[in-house]
């Protein structure tokens, strides 16, 4: 069956810009998770939802970085005037149960460059 | 999350089997342990997970010490695709995130 999947998968913008990142998740996943990984690091936990509900957006950096999952499936992610610290690439991961740490399914991220 | 300790780096001969240690002592009763792994330029995939039985699936075995400070995660006939960073995580129970950390970057070698 189709699995998580992002787009764009790569994403190129100029410092300042704003950009908006998808993710579709596995049909029926009750929760969505949204992770940041720069290179030569793991991925590190930004936010969570469960169906269309925020639970925790502990791991934003910054107000400069918003999402949202309006219908509980499809999900965004928004990073407004980007930063050159903003570069990494952006993974997705949906599962079926509510808890965090349910096996998760990834997607193949977005990799983000801010010029 | 329970703190981990793996090794940066391993190197493992193709066909042979990877032994992949991780370090859990902080590990409480009810937490288990999960093992992920990150193929270059793909997002990180679910290998098993385990409380305090040994596991297998098809693709690997959970070996978990008796006090449950340690595992290891083996792949019996290591191939090139087996390529990879290894993470070896123990969530905490309820709605706390992953910690994923740094992991281990196994080399199979032809």
Same mark, same amino acid.
């Given at each position: 069956?189709?699995?998580?999947s992002?787009?764009?998968? $790569? &994403?190129?913008?100029k410092? *300042?810009?704003?950009? =908006? ?5 596995? /049909?029926?996943?009750? /929760?969505?998770?949204? %992770?940041?990984?720069a290179?030569?690091? *793991?991925p590190?936990?930004? !936010? %969570?939802?469960?169906?269309? =509900?925020q639970?925790? &957006? ?9 999402a949202e ?5 499809? /999900? !965004?992610? &928004? ?8 570069? =990494?690439? %952006? ?8 808890? !965090? $740490? ?7 991220? !977005? ?5 | ?14 066909g ?12 409480? #009763? ?8 990150? @193929?270059?330029?793909q #997002?990180?995939?679910? @290998? ?14 959970l070996i @978990? ?25 123990v969530?905490i129970s309820g709605?706390?995130p ?6 281990t970057?196994l080399?199979? @070698?032809?």
């Amino acid at each position: 069956g189709a699995g998580v999947s992002q787009s764009p998968r $790569y &994403k190129v913008a100029k410092r *300042g810009q704003d950009v =908006a990142l998808r993710c579709d998740p596995i /049909s029926g996943h009750v /929760s969505l998770f949204w %992770y940041q990984q720069a290179l030569g690091q *793991g991925p590190e936990f930004l !936010t %969570y939802f469960q169906n269309e =509900a925020q639970l925790d &957006k502990s791991g934003l950096p910054s107000d400069r970085f918003f999402a949202e999952r309006p219908e509980g499936s499809v /999900s !965004t992610l &928004k990073i407004q005037r980007t930063q050159q610290e903003d570069s =990494a690439v %952006y993974l997705c991961a949906s599962s079926p149960g509510r808890a !965090t $740490y349910n096996e998760q399914f990834f997607g193949p991220g !977005t990799r983000l460059t801010v010029l | 999350d329970a703190k981990t300790t793996q090794p940066t780096s391993m190197d493992c001969a193709e066909g042979r089997a990877a032994n992949l240690p991780c370090n859990h002592s902080t590990i409480s #009763g009810n937490e288990y342990v999960y093992w992920y792994r990150q @193929i270059h330029s793909q #997002g990180p995939q679910y @290998i098993i997970h385990g409380l305090k039985n040994n596991e297998t699936n098809e693709m690997a075995s959970l070996i @978990i010490t008796e006090d449950r400070k340690s595992s290891t995660l083996i792949l019996p006939h290591a191939t090139l695709r087996d390529t990879a960073v290894y993470y070896c995580i123990v969530p905490i129970s309820g709605n706390t995130p992953l910690v994923f950390g740094k992991g281990t970057r196994l080399s199979v @070698i032809a």
